[in-house]
């Protein structure tokens, strides 16, 4: 037989109700998915990055590797091609043969660099003036 | 919804139905609000980062075992108990604080076997062979304690008790 006493007391004793604690926090009850999520979008974004920057690395390795053929193979077609008026121009203002055959042998170099470019002979050159 | 999310949602709502009696136990073992707080927290992240409940075939005394075992560790790593701290254990009726506080130090009073005893039954409401199986005992035992913890309990409450009613 259950003890009144016992139950009432019993009773009482629930009416104090425990505490509740305090909540979990959201963003930890989320974490492993956020998680996963991060990580994904992490690999994602690095693998574009990589992509990239390796594409833009062959990119510019070929454009550099054909300008330098270019400026390998350009490099003949530089000398002015002689028509025979222009040889003949040659001979009529030449004071010689002999000249005319210098001339189209060795042509004069043009000592004007353009805007860009600048001679580092005429920049040594000034620096040893400032000296 | 996917399995993970109703793990989740299950396990949010133990900690909402249990949490408070959860928290009540750990305090009853551990003294300290914080401890106990850390303890029962400890506990849920650990089942929302395994994400099942499913092997436990009572959850509600697993859960107490969960947070008894993880107060214990605790307590056994800093190799001390901490001493009643002064924070507010319930939510008294009428707000009886006084009543709050003489019963709080009641089940402080209490010895620590009889104060779990008392605790999972009357708040966290386990029969006595869940009691039995939670702490090793078997229900008589469990059973026996309690009566024990109610008789003290009273002893110590009800003086105050009278002495409140008689006044009102």
Not at chain 1, 51 to 80: E, F, K, M, Y
Not at chain 1, 91 to 118: C, G, H, I, R, W
Request: net charge neutral; with cysteine; charged share 25%.
């Amino acid at each position: 037989m259950p003890n009144l006493d016992d139950e009432r007391f019993e009773k009482y004793l629930k009416q104090f109700r425990p505490l509740a604690p305090d909540g979990l926090p959201a963003e930890i009850r989320r974490a492993p998915r956020r998680h996963s999520a991060l990580a994904i979008w992490a690999v994602g974004a690095t693998a574009i990055v990589i992509i990239g920057v390796a594409s833009l690395w062959i990119v510019n390795d070929r454009i550099t590797h054909q300008s330098n053929h270019s400026a390998s193979v350009n490099l003949p077609t530089r000398t002015p091609s002689l028509t025979m008026r222009e040889a003949n121009e040659l001979l009529v203002k030449a004071p010689s043969y002999k000249a005319v055959m210098n001339e189209l042998a060795f042509p004069p170099k043009s000592s004007t660099t353009s805007n860009d470019k600048q001679s580092a002979l005429a920049m040594l050159s000034e620096e040893k003036t400032k000296l | 919804m996917d399995p993970m999310q109703e793990s989740v949602a299950e396990i949010d709502s133990l900690y909402r139905e249990h949490g408070p009696a959860l928290l009540l136990f750990a305090l009853a073992i551990a003294g300290e609000r914080s401890q106990a707080q850390d303890a029962v927290h400890h506990v849920f992240l650990r089942l929302l980062e395994k994400g099942d409940l499913r092997r436990a075939s009572d959850k509600k005394a697993y859960l107490f075992g969960c947070v008894r075992n993880a107060i214990l560790n605790e307590c056994k790593r800093q190799d001390r108990q901490s001493p009643l701290d002064d924070s507010a254990w319930f939510d008294p009726p009428d707000q009886d604080h006084a009543g709050e506080q003489n019963l709080r130090r009641a089940i402080a009073a209490l010895p620590d076997d009889q104060r779990q005893v008392v605790v999972l039954h009357v708040w966290g409401e386990l029969t006595f062979s869940q009691i039995g199986d939670l702490l090793g005992v078997s229900s008589n035992t469990a059973a026996s304690r309690y009566r024990y913890a109610l008789g003290k309990l009273r002893d110590l409450m009800l003086p105050r008790e009278n002495s409140c009613a008689e006044s009102r």
